[in-house]
Structures are given as structure tokens and as C-alpha cells.
């Protein structure tokens, strides 16, 4: 049972290299998010998508970019990375209650 | 707009004490409640959930929470907690189905709870 799974685990970048996060779910969800998660700060909506071919802002999107091509796949994209953009991205889908997670990924932007 | 208080950012407690984690909600609409339990450097795991129904609601590990609508709480309690226990635990707020929700939620910030030999 893989759930959702996010790759990569780790990564880290240079300031103003690019790189997509990708998630991939096989419960044949139709609502995926992107986190990020800050020390102190919980976890903040970075977009999210409510079906293929969809997508919407969440709370803090300056930055991200964001594609849903197929169902079962929500990419994250960094165009210009940030020093501010260090942070573990968590996945999630769900088909109602309750969000079900990825691992996440650890980004580090030096 | 929602939002989610959890009133301690860390409860140190000795093993096999009780303990209560608190969290505070605000929203203008009907919510669906959630805590969820991260152990160190993994993922966020399900606790409990409260969507209708009863207002005690049981979850994994022991725990349990009260959904409280005139105080908008909705505090996680376990009357003996383990050394495992030991993890950062999420409050998590999500409108009724009704409105269009798309099931997003907001996330307090997370309360670190310690179990001490």
C-alpha cells in the first residue's frame, strides 16, 4: 500500500537553481495539496488542486508553481529558489475526510 | 476565515501521567476536527477525527478528544501516556462539506509533547 508517495526525500539547492517536487497517489483521489512545514509555524497551504487539470492558491503560494497533467500526480515547482523557501513539503489527498500524507521533503536553499 | 490555537507549544510530562492537549478553533461555519501525530523526522499520521456524532471521540494509541462547540475546543487527552508517545501533535480545522470547503485545512502550530523516564 504506497498511499502517497513524494519524491525526492532530500535536496538541496543553490539560490536561483529551479526543481519540481513530485507526488504521486494511488487511492485514486481527486483533491491533492502541497505543505510546507516551518519550525513554529505548523503547516501553511501552499496550493492545491481539486481534479485533473485543476488548481488553486492556498495560503502562501508567492514563489510556487503548480501542475496537475494527470490524476494521480501533483508537481510543486520552484522556478527561482529562495533562502525563505528551506522548509519540509508535505503531499496530501484525499476523496473527503479525513487528508491522507506523504513523508515529505526536505529542501534546503543555500 | 479559520483558524487554530494550540495553547502550549510544549507539555513536558513523566511517563505514565496524564495528559491533555489543548486547541481552540474559530470559524463561522459547521468544522470537521483532526488531530494528527508526527514522530521525529517522519510523516503526519491520523489521531482522530471528529466529523458528526458523539463529541468524545476515541482514537488510536489511547487517545481521545471532546468536541466542545460553545467553548470551540477540541483538546486531545490520554490518562497514561509512554515514553513513544513523545511526538508533535497537530490540531487541524476543515469546513463542513457544505460551502466548498475543498477539504483544505488549517493547521495549528503544534504542540511538542515530551514523556520523561
Known amino acids: 500500500n504506497a498511499g502517497v508517495t513524494q519524491t525526492p526525500k532530500f535536496r538541496v539547492l543553490k539560490t536561483g537553481q529551479s526543481m519540481t517536487l513530485l507526488c504521486a497517489q494511488d487511492?485514486?483521489?481527486?483533491?491533492m495539496y502541497w505543505y510546507r512545514q516551518d519550525p513554529g509555524m505548523g503547516l501553511r497551504l501552499i496550493h492545491y488542486?481539486?481534479?485533473?487539470?485543476?488548481?488553486a492558491k492556498g495560503e502562501v503560494p508567492d514563489g510556487y508553481n503548480v501542475s496537475r497533467l494527470k490524476k494521480q500526480n501533483f508537481l510543486l515547482g520552484l522556478e527561482s529558489a529562495a533562502p525563505s523557501q528551506t522548509s519540509v513539503y508535505f503531499c496530501?489527498?484525499?476523496?473527503?475526510?479525513?487528508?491522507?500524507f506523504g513523508d515529505g521533503t526536505r529542501l534546503s536553499i543555500l | 476565515a479559520q483558524s487554530v490555537t494550540q495553547l502550549d507549544s510544549q507539555v513536558p510530562v513523566f511517563e505514565e501521567a496524564p495528559v491533555e492537549l489543548r486547541c481552540n478553533y474559530s470559524?463561522?461555519?459547521?468544522?470537521?476536527l483532526f488531530w494528527y501525530v508526527q514522530y521525529p523526522n517522519q510523516g503526519l499520521q491520523l489521531l482522530l477525527k471528529?466529523?458528526?456524532?458523539?463529541?468524545l471521540v476515541k482514537g488510536i494509541n489511547g487517545f481521545e478528544a471532546e468536541f466542545n462547540k460553545s467553548q470551540t475546543s477540541f483538546h486531545l487527552r490520554k490518562p497514561s501516556v509512554h515514553i513513544s508517545d513523545t511526538a508533535e501533535y497537530f490540531c487541524?480545522?476543515?469546513?463542513?462539506?457544505?460551502?466548498?470547503?475543498?477539504?483544505?485545512?488549517?493547521f495549528g502550530k503544534g504542540t511538542l509533547l515530551t514523556v520523561n523516564p
Open positions: 496530501a489527498s484525499t476523496d473527503g475526510q479525513p487528508q491522507h
Open positions: 487511492m485514486n483521489h481527486e483533491y
Open positions: 488542486s481539486v481534479g485533473e487539470g485543476t488548481t
Open positions: 470559524s463561522s461555519v459547521s468544522v470537521y
Open positions: 471528529y466529523l458528526s456524532g458523539s463529541t
Open positions: 487541524a480545522v476543515s469546513e463542513g462539506d457544505s460551502g466548498g470547503s475543498n477539504y483544505k485545512l488549517t
